[in-house]
């Protein structure tokens, strides 16, 4: 009894001090000091350190300055390259921490308004039609079993590009009585049907009973540039098809200038808009090779200056960024842009390409009055924090347009072909 008494005792007392230990300084700063740690060259991060640590490089990495106090532990990136730092305390190893130094990449935010074309790779089915035939009403596409979101990408062999490509075989089909052979695009899967066109006996003309598309346009915000590839990212979010609802497949395209004739304010359940016309001139300006989860991105054949950061800035990693005060770029009035205060609410640091990283708010009193917060056509605007490059404005949240989604700007440059992870090189 007296045994499983004191035992009783002990752990509570060994609870107890671990409970208070954890939540002494020097333990809560050594557990700040993360296990794997992101830099850009040139780089300087600080941890308070109230422990009696020594820090030691791993192996022959040496692209790390450490400097300690007393109450510090500083780390200096001097070149790309990753490897391992030990932290020991008494010659003992008590932690490892995986560094990773990144090359100092700089790009010019945007801000600007751009008219957006797309051409999709062959023909979008959008809808059914009924033909009117001797024996009703009916759709050779539907009863081909053809579905709304389908892309044709060849018949009888042939290649389809454009809407236009389709009416040579219609016709020989109506008159041979043989059915078209598709090929079609399905949730990114190829599958084959056979259709047989009907007469329509309202004009004696031969028809596949299909609302198809082969282009779309709109316009969006610029997110950034690299002066060096002149590779761009903007919008921020997928292009989809207004009927579909789906995600449009890109062959070409391409960006101009575009100026906002008038704003629609947006208010609760109804998200406002940008309305905006293509520039007089319609010169491009850029090609769209990708229209992805993260936005559209492309080549710029032009510069483009917003007025504001025409000069390279550095951008943020996920893990960098922070809630509170920034900065969006966009443009409410002609083409001219502006800064509008935000706040950051919330930043989840991603490990992994992800959209919807960042929660923001609109603070600013004059956009609010103007817009009533984030509306459509300010996807792709650019959000600074701090000096730098953080993400671009996504969604507008229905029920609270003065709120929305960003994403973070390293997706953004990961899809434009930009991967600061793959440029590491190991330091000789």
């Known amino acids: 009894m007296i045994t499983e ?3 009783k005792m002990v752990g509570v007392f060994l609870l107890v001090s671990f409970v208070v230990l954890s939540m002494s300084t020097p333990v809560k700063d050594y557990l700040h000091i993360p296990k794997q740690l992101v830099m850009f060259e040139g780089e300087n991060v600080s941890f308070a350190s109230a422990l009696p640590v020594h820090a030691e490089m ?4 040496r692209s790390i300055d450490v400097t300690q106090t007393e109450n510090s532990l500083s780390f200096e990136a001097k070149q790309r390259d990753e490897g391992q730092l030990i932290l020991n305390m008494g010659g ?4 490892q921490v995986d560094i990773k130094v990144l090359p100092n990449l700089k790009v010019i935010p945007g801000g600007q308004s751009i008219g957006v074309k797309l051409n999709t790779v062959g023909v979008l089915v959008v809808g059914y039609h009924l033909v009117e035939t001797e024996d009703g009403k009916k759709s050779p596409g539907e009863l081909a079993g053809v579905q709304v979101g389908d892309i044709i990408t060849s018949v ?13 075989f219609i016709e020989e089909a109506g008159k041979t009585g043989k059915p078209l052979e598709l090929k079609l695009l399905r949730d990114q899967r190829s599958i084959a049907a056979k259709l047989t066109p009907l007469k329509d006996k309202q004009d004696d003309a031969y028809r ?21 590839s002149k590779k761009y990212g903007a919008l921020g979010h997928v292009i989809s098809d207004m009927d579909t609802r ?5 062959q070409d395209g391409q960006i101009m200038k575009s100026t906002v004739t008038s704003i629609e304010r947006g208010s609760s359940g109804s998200p406002g808009e940008k309305l905006a016309r293509f520039s007089d001139d319609k010169e491009v300006i850029g090609n769209i090779t990708n229209n992805s989860p993260f936005g559209i991105f492309g080549t710029l054949s032009k510069p483009m200056k917003n007025g504001l950061f025409d000069e390279p800035m550095p951008i943020a ?6 809630e509170g005060p920034a900065k969006m770029l966009t443009v409410i009035e002609n083409d001219k842009v502006e800064a509008f205060d935000i706040e950051i609410v919330q930043s989840i640091p991603q490990k992994f390409p992800a959209t919807k990283g960042l929660v923001i708010r609109v603070t600013d009193p004059r956009l609010l009055k103007k817009t009533g917060g984030i509306v459509q056509g300010m996807s792709g605007s650019p959000i600074i924090q701090d000096g730098k490059l953080i993400g671009a404005v996504t969604h507008v949240f229905v029920n609270d347009p003065t709120s929305g989604y960003g994403v973070h700007i390293e997706w953004m440059l990961h899809e434009a072909g930009i991967d600061l992870y793959k440029q ?3 330091a000789s």
């Open 5 to 7: 008494t004191l035992r």
């Open 58 to 61: 791993k192996d022959a990495f």
């Open 92 to 95: 003992v190893p008590i932690k």
């Open 156 to 168: 009888n062999g042939k290649r389809i590009e454009k809407m236009s490509d389709l009416s040579p």
């Open 208 to 228: 596949i009973g299909l609302y198809i598309r082969d282009s779309a346009a709109g316009i969006g915000t610029m997110t950034f540039f690299d002066p060096v």
């Open 246 to 250: 789906k995600p449009i497949v890109v």
């Open 317 to 322: 990693l996920s893990t960098q960024v922070k």
């Open 424 to 426: 590491t090189q190991k």
